[in-house]
């Protein structure tokens, strides 16, 4: 015979059922923001990770070329005032084949744009997604229409954040790290580890889609050829680039289709204008700073005054993550740090510059 009565076996009362529920809910709610926390904390290292390798990359071209890539945009110093102006191949084309990816380089002429159908292996190069040059933070990524790869970081090339007020001043634009044709890493006299040549810019987007962001330069396909690039000494039109080399452009690659705007797309790593001058939020007043990393992040878009479509508002050619707080750079020594949104924009300004010698204390970047 059982030596327990069957009366007294019960099941789990409805009451106690519900208990149990409600505590599991409460420590799931509990924990969720930790582990999302952790989440993007991981995410956030894995971004910083990639600068640091962008930026042995950049040690090794130049080491082996005895000067730093272009940015594929620079100022033009033929010009008053200094302009920008562009060349055929990104930084992120140059190198590729320090990131272990030099079969995409081998596949690239860069007589051509990258989206020129005339030489179609630029355009099967560019459509290869790059790991490296993406940060797992962007939760607003959309792939692009042309199936091109992308980035979510931008080169530096220059500050023109005013030294005294620290709002966008046009004429006290001076040039980062990356210049047009590259200059040697010791020519960097404010330091390697002082100056700024990648930045986090993960919110740019292709201009039909949210956040519907704009170049101000003109596409050399999208356009006809009327872009001007640089040829070392001047700015000419795209069509006369391809004159003065014999070459004949072929238009839009077959599927190909370009922006209403005709302006060249910032996110493709191929695209010379990726990279960017750091010029502050354009909405930002010497009594009223706003943040210049991460600024005008609310609304998602941007607010009235400087949505982010806008040049310089939010993402659109700007420091921007969707990391809390702040974003990550990388440094022209191969080292990578997180710099604080409230930053003051005379102090970013500084770290931009590359041979400014204005003076700043490691205490101004952070909070």
């Known amino acids: 015979m059982n030596a327990f009565n069957d009366a007294e076996r019960r099941g789990i009362s409805l009451v106690e059922f519900m208990v149990v529920i409600s505590i599991l809910g409460l420590l799931v709610a509990l924990l969720l923001p930790a582990l999302q926390a952790a989440r993007e904390t991981t995410r956030r290292t894995s971004c910083l990770n990639n600068l640091r390798e962008q930026g042995s990359a950049l040690l090794q071209f130049e080491a082996a070329n005895g000067r730093l890539p272009s940015a594929g945009q620079g100022t033009d110093p033929t010009l008053s005032p200094p302009a920008s102006a562009f060349e055929m191949r990104s930084a992120f084309a140059q190198m590729l084949p320090y990131l272990e990816e030099a079969y995409l380089t081998a596949e690239m002429n860069f007589d051509y744009a990258y989206n020129d159908a005339a030489w179609p292996n630029n355009q099967t190069a560019a459509k290869t997604i790059v790991p490296t040059y993406l940060c797992p933070s962007n939760a607003f990524r959309t792939p692009d229409p042309n199936g091109y790869g992308l980035t979510d970081y931008m080169p530096a090339i220059y500050s023109d954040i005013d030294l005294d007020n620290g709002v966008y001043e046009p ?3 001076m040039e980062g790290a990356f210049r047009l044709g590259g200059m040697p890493a010791g020519k ?3 330091g390697l580890s002082r100056t700024i040549a990648l930045a986090e810019d993960a919110g740019r987007s292709f201009e039909a889609y949210f956040p519907n962001t704009i170049s101000q330069s003109a596409d050399p396909i999208f356009s006809g050829g009327s872009a001007l690039v640089w040829n070392g000494k001047t700015q000419v039109t795209y069509a006369q680039w391809c004159a ?4 004949t452009s072929g238009g839009l690659a077959p599927g190909d ?7 060249r797309v910032m996110n493709r790593w191929a695209e010379p204008a990726s990279s960017g001058g750091i010029s502050g939020q354009p909405n930002s007043t010497p009594g009223n700073l706003i943040n210049p990393i991460n600024g005008n992040d609310a609304p998602v878009g941007g607010p009235p005054g400087c949505p982010w479509n806008q040049t310089n508002c939010g993402p659109n050619e700007e420091v921007w993550s969707w990391h ?3 974003a990550n750079v990388g440094m022209c020594d191969g080292s990578a740090r997180f710099i604080y949104s409230k930053i003051d924009p005379r102090v970013l300004r500084r ?3 590359a041979d400014e ?3 700043f204390s490691d205490n101004d970047v952070h909070e």
């Open 171 to 173: 004429l006290s634009r």
């Open 188 to 190: 960097i006299i404010d």
């Open 244 to 247: 003065a080399r014999g070459i």
């Open 257 to 263: 289709g370009a922006p209403a705007s005709g302006r």
């Open 324 to 326: 809390l707080r702040g």
């Open 351 to 353: 770290l931009v510059t």
């Open 357 to 359: 010698q204005a003076p």
